[in-house]
């Protein structure tokens, strides 16, 4: 089956510009995540939706970072305006719902991600 | 925030050798996950252990859980060069978190020919 797909796997852009990052998730699944990973870090989420309903976005800065799942399907990640702070890799996972029943988290599956350079 | 913590930061051995990474994290889980990620690549799932399990095996891996230590262990038997990478734990606070994973800062392996 095919993966997560994502692009554009690299952008550089000015601070203050705006950028956005297109995930398609593995089909069937129900819920997708947007992580945001620092050079030597782990990645950090910042965004959980479950079809088209936001589940968590307590750690996305609303202030210049957007996110919509249009039909429960797609999703884009939208930044504007952009910071220094922003560089990253934009990860993108699904999974196909939560497991057991009981919302447990289950496994992941990530796509190769998006490295935005800011400068 | 980071839940997971893992230790060592980097760790370097010989082809053939065992390699065994930890992770510490500080609230009650459902679960914890492993993931392993390449260079300038996304991450792989390699293992789930649920919070009543102890120990867990997937080929050459084995992972232990100690829920009163609030710990895991991740064991790489019989490294391979293939196993240099980053590897991380994630934990599923369960509750609220209600599917969210927490990923710690990983461990570097490299593994040398």
């Known amino acids: 089956e095919a993966g997560v797909a994502q692009s554009p796997r690299y952008k550089i852009i000015e601070k203050r510009q705006s950028v956005a990052f297109w995930c398609n998730p593995i089909s069937g699944h129900a819920t997708l995540y947007w992580y945001q990973q620092i050079l030597g870090q782990g990645p950090k989420l910042l965004i959980q939706?479950?079809?088209?309903?936001?589940?968590?976005d307590s750690q996305l800065p609303k202030d210049r970072f957007s996110a919509e799942r249009l039909k429960g399907v797609d999703s884009t990640l939208k930044i504007q305006p952009a910071k220094l702070e922003d560089s990253a890799v934009y990860l993108c996972a699904s999974s196909p719902g939560l497991a057991g029943g009981v919302g447990m988290a289950g496994e992941l599956f990530f796509g190769e991600g998006s490295r935005l350079t800011v400068l | 925030s980071q839940q997971g913590e893992e230790d060592p930061q980097a760790l370097s051995i010989q082809e053939g050798e065992n390699a065994t990474m930890n992770c510490s994290y500080k609230?009650?889980?459902?679960?914890l996950q492993w993931y392993r990620q390449n260079s300038g690549r996304g991450l792989v799932h390699l293992i789930l252990i649920r919070s009543n399990e102890r120990e867990k095996h997937s080929g050459r891996l084995r992972v232990t859980l100690d829920t009163s230590k609030k710990s895991s262990s991740l064991l790489i038997t019989a490294s391979r060069a293939a196993d240099t990478a980053s590897y991380f734990c994630?934990?599923?606070?369960?509750?609220?978190?209600?599917?969210?994973?927490?990923f710690g800062q990983g461990t570097i392996l490299t593994v040398h020919p």
């Open positions: 609230t009650s889980i459902n679960n």
């Open positions: 994630a934990t599923d606070a369960g509750g609220t978190s209600y599917g969210k994973l927490t």
């Open positions: 939706f479950q079809n088209n309903g936001v589940v968590d």
